[in-house]
Each structure stands twice: as C-alpha cells, then as structure tokens.
C-alpha cells in the first residue's frame, strides 16, 4: 500500500531532550516536507528537501534540523525542543515540486505525530 | 504577501443539507489551488486539484470551482453526510523560478454535520 509513514504517533518529553521524529515513503517520492499545525493556524513549513542530500528552510525551521540520506526517508530533529514546539506534525511527500504538472506535485501526507513538550 | 483566507471559520449544517466553503487567495503567481479533507486527528487527504484554466472540477458530492479573475474558489458539498464532518483546507501552488512549487494554507474550514 502507498502511503508515508511517522513515528511515533504521540509523544510526551521535557525541554531539552533530543528527538526525532521519521518519516518514510514507499512511493519513490523525490519532494518530501515537514508542516507542524497548531490550533486555529494553517499548515505551516518547516522544511522541505527536492531530493536525496538537497534541503531547505521552510516558514518556521527555527529549532528543528533535517536530513535526507536515503529517498524514502526524511527524519525530523529537535536538538532541544521547547514547549513552544507542541504542536501535531505532519510529513508530507509528492513525485516532485515542480509546477508545469499539477499531478506530480500532490502531496501525501503521513497520520501526523503529536508532540507535547513540558 | 503569499495568503490564503478561508471562511467561515466552522459550519454547522444537518445531514443531507448541501453547504459551500469560500477560499480567497492572494498568490502569486498561481500555479495550482487544492481542497484538502483533514479528518480530525489524521493527516490531510486531497479531493480536487485545479490549475489556471479549469474553473471547475468534481469528486463525487464535492465540486469546487476556481474564478483566476477575482482569485477566488468553493468547495460545495451536496447531500451532505454524516462523514463530511471535518476540516477543509484549501491551498495555493505559488509556482516560482526553476519549477518550484511552493504550497500556501489556509486555516481551513471545520464543517460539522449533524443528524
């Protein structure tokens, strides 16, 4: 079955303590992206990567890192999560990014992973 | 500034009533507009898809329809259904040098659909 995958689902921790969240896609996807929704907000980037070894900085990365090594997979950092970083996070994938095919650049996205922060 | 404005924030509306969702962008330049259905607590799953030249475009009960002239767009559900219920989220392809097409959100729209 098609689909991008996030783990965990829900997570609780402290400030300071580093965490990743992954997501993977069985699609062979080339455009992967991290949105993080909070209430009464809509979707906001945080960042994004064309392809394997290409990233780059959305609306709000500040505080978070990435990483695309493989193509399936795009892990998203908090080296030292806040409370301000509670929030539902949503990976999201397309074929590509690119504009002269709408078709290509559907996005599909992940179940999301609710962090809380204390 | 790139912005997407949806309303009503939420809707109330009785099963088998048809209802109409507004999104209003200030994009550019367009590329593509997306409906996006956002089950609660679960990711986004996309309905119709429209680029500059098409002014309407269904899926099943759903039909949305896009005016490029006054960048404006609805999403009307009809015979609405109990698993309606839930956000509606529209989003604007800005289409930038290279190819690139950078996605816009709007907060959505939460329709709730009652017996």
Known sequence: EAQVTQNPRYLITVTGKKLTVTCSQNMNH???????????????????????????????????????????????????????QTSLYFCASSLSARSFDSSYNEQFFGPGTRLTVL | KNQVEQSPQSLIILEGKNCTLQCNYTVSPFSNLRWYKQDTGRGPVSLTIMTFSENTKSNG???????????????????????????????????????????IFGAGTRLAVHP
């Open chain 1, 30 to 84: 080339e455009y992967m992206s991290w949105y993080r929704q909070d209430p009464g907000l809509g979707l906001r980037q945080i960042y994004y990567s064309m392809n394997v070894e290409v990233t780059d900085k959305g609306d709000v990365p500040e505080g978070y890192k990435v990483s695309r090594k493989e193509k399936r997979n795009f892990p998203l950092i908090l080296e030292s999560p806040s409370p301000n």
């Open chain 2, 61 to 103: 009960r759903y039909t949305a329809t896009l005016d490029a002239d006054t960048k404006q767009s609805s999403l009307h559900i009809t015979a609405s259904q109990l698993s309606d219920s839930a956000s509606y989220i529209c989003v604007v392809g800005a289409g930038f040098s290279g190819g690139y097409n950078k996605l």
